[in-house]
């Protein structure tokens, strides 16, 4: 009984520990580091009889430099809600052309945002996956969610929204030894008669 007493002690010991660790967020990356990535915009705005260009248009085949300006504490355990408000929806970046030059105000929200929120801390990957659905059931219907997925080399983290007149979605692939996207892409379809726009923007970290 005794031995019984301690097998069971450890094993639900080592489970506590194991569980800890897989809890355990930490940032490999620091302020002031900088990341260059290549920009990719495809899409058109349209009605019946023009097609115009899509939204960001100009930000094709641009290469943009993105710095680390403020990294939030993760050394306590976050729940969904508030790893959501406290790191996801942090401001971490500031982004640039990669020559120095300022983006344009009205692309420099979308393109640093979403870079900024695909910027995580590493370590507790399977808890954080367990946060969030790895798909939406029906894709179709009205709907509002953040997606998650642990891949083989990789994770995947992003948010998909389906309104009456406007669909979108954002996700980061992101590396699981730095928390830094290798790819970031957010796509927009909107309707606001007579004009029907549809843009996606990817944006490719380059090594």
């Known amino acids: 009984m005794v031995i019984l007493t301690i097998v069971i002690t450890l094993s639900v010991g080592f489970a506590t520990e194991y569980v800890r660790q897989s809890m355990t967020f930490s940032w490999a990356i620091e302020e002031g580091d900088v990341f260059i990535f290549d920009v990719l915009v495809t899409g058109s705005t ?6 115009l260009p899509p939204p960001l248009a100009s930000m094709n085949n641009t290469r943009i430099a993105v710095e680390i300006i403020s990294l939030p ?6 729940y ?6 406290n790191i996801v929806g942090h401001l971490k970046t ?39 659905p790895n798909e939406i059931d029906r894709p ?10 642990r891949l083989r080399d990789s994770f995947y983290f992003g948010y998909s929204s389906n309104e009456t007149s406007k669909q979108s ?21 909107r309707i606001s008669q007579p004009w029907t726009y549809t843009y996606n923007v990817t944006m490719s970290l380059v090594t």
Request: aromatic share 18%; no cysteine; net charge negative.
């Open 80 to 85: 969904a809600t508030n790893f959501i408000e």
């Open 46 to 51: 349209s009605t019946n009889s023009t097609s």
């Open 169 to 189: 979605e954002w996700y980061g692939i992101i590396d699981l030894n730095t928390g830094v996207p290798q790819i970031v892409s957010f796509w927009v379809h």
């Open 73 to 78: 504490n993760v050394t306590i355990t976050f």
């Open 94 to 132: 500031s982004s640039t052309f990669a020559n120095g030059t300022s983006i344009p105000t009205a692309y420099y929200f979308p393109i640093n945002i979403h870079i900024s929120r695909s910027m995580l801390p590493i370590g507790g990957w399977n808890h954080l996956d367990s946060f969030f």
């Open 140 to 149: 179709f219907l009205e709907h509002e969610s953040y997606l998650s997925a």
